[in-house]
């Protein structure tokens, strides 16, 4: 399985593919910031060196358990010469190699291991490099605040089908209409709004009549962490028995409590943060 993403570098875009090996980038999109017309012709000037042939096999060696050493060992013997000519696909045919490979068709190319990318573009421009380092790191942070984004959320469903099954079992007899089960529905998830945000899902649409959404759209990343743990705990005290007015005041304190905790959490961190920026 992989994903693609696209990131810009001195005016340059640059690809970016995740597999399963790890994160490779687009060294032809690399070559185009030296020579647009032909890319291929950067690649293989880098990769007839001496140098670039070593760096390759050590790296191969370190991360690849089936690379062909013995035919390495011939290739990095030729290198170097004035009649040695090694392309990424010739690499790859003849040492079994993984840090490299290519792509075919119009959104094609070839694509390195984001080490062996970042060696290349140090070749191809240092400045070129330094920026290709930062942007590739923005690139990461963003997919790292998006995953712990998707996590949460994932988090809040989870508990929220636990919830609701939790309801259905221990709260819905039988008989009841499908107008009063969803009745009972609303009435489970405004007892999870008042004790998080004191106020009903109508209360808050009747305050706020110009915004889409609901209330829970606009809660933010310590409060959609703390309503996943009141719908798990909501629905431990369902299957206990425990009824409504006695479960709302106790998940209220519960809230109170831990959102005092997250914030003090943020805030020591934002501390941290800006006592390491001085």
Avoid at 120 to 135: P, R
Avoid at 241 to 269: S, Y
Wanted: hydrophobic share 40%.
């Amino acid at each position: 399985m992989s994903r693609s993403n696209k990131i810009n570098v001195l005016s340059t875009e640059v690809r970016v593919q995740a597999i399963d090996r790890g994160d490779y980038i687009s060294l032809t999109d690399i070559a185009k910031y030296r020579n647009a017309d032909d890319p291929r012709f950067i690649i293989q000037n880098w990769m007839r060196t001496r140098f670039t042939v070593e760096f390759l096999g050590i790296w191969e060696q370190l991360h690849n358990t089936d690379f062909n050493r013995v035919e390495f060992e011939a290739v990095k013997n030729e290198s170097g010469r004035n009649a040695f000519v090694m392309t990424p696909a010739k690499w790859v045919e003849i040492t079994g190699a993984i840090g490299v490979f290519s792509k075919a068709g119009r959104y094609g190319g070839t694509y390195a291991h984001k080490d062996i990318a970042f060696e290349f573009a140090s070749w191809v421009s240092v400045e070129f490099k330094l920026y290709l380092i930062k942007e590739f790191q923005r690139l990461k942070d963003l997919e790292q605040q998006q995953l712990g984004w998707d996590i949460r959320r994932n988090l809040t469903k989870i508990n929220y089908r636990i919830h609701t099954d939790a309801i259905r079992e221990h709260l819905i007899p039988q008989e009841l209409s499908r107008e009063q089960i969803n009745l009972l529905y609303a009435s489970e998830a405004d007892l999870l709004n008042m004790a998080l945000f004191g106020k009903t899902a109508k209360q808050w649409r009747d305050e706020n009549p110009r915004e889409k959404g609901n209330i829970r759209d606009f809660a933010d990343v310590s409060q959609l962490l703390c309503l996943a743990n009141l719908e798990n705990l909501n629905a431990h005290f369902i299957r206990e028995g425990m009824n409504q007015p006695d479960r709302l005041e106790k998940l209220n304190q519960i809230a109170i409590q831990q959102m005092r905790l997250l914030v003090e959490d943020r805030r020591v961190k934002k501390m941290g943060k800006e006592g390491s920026n001085e």
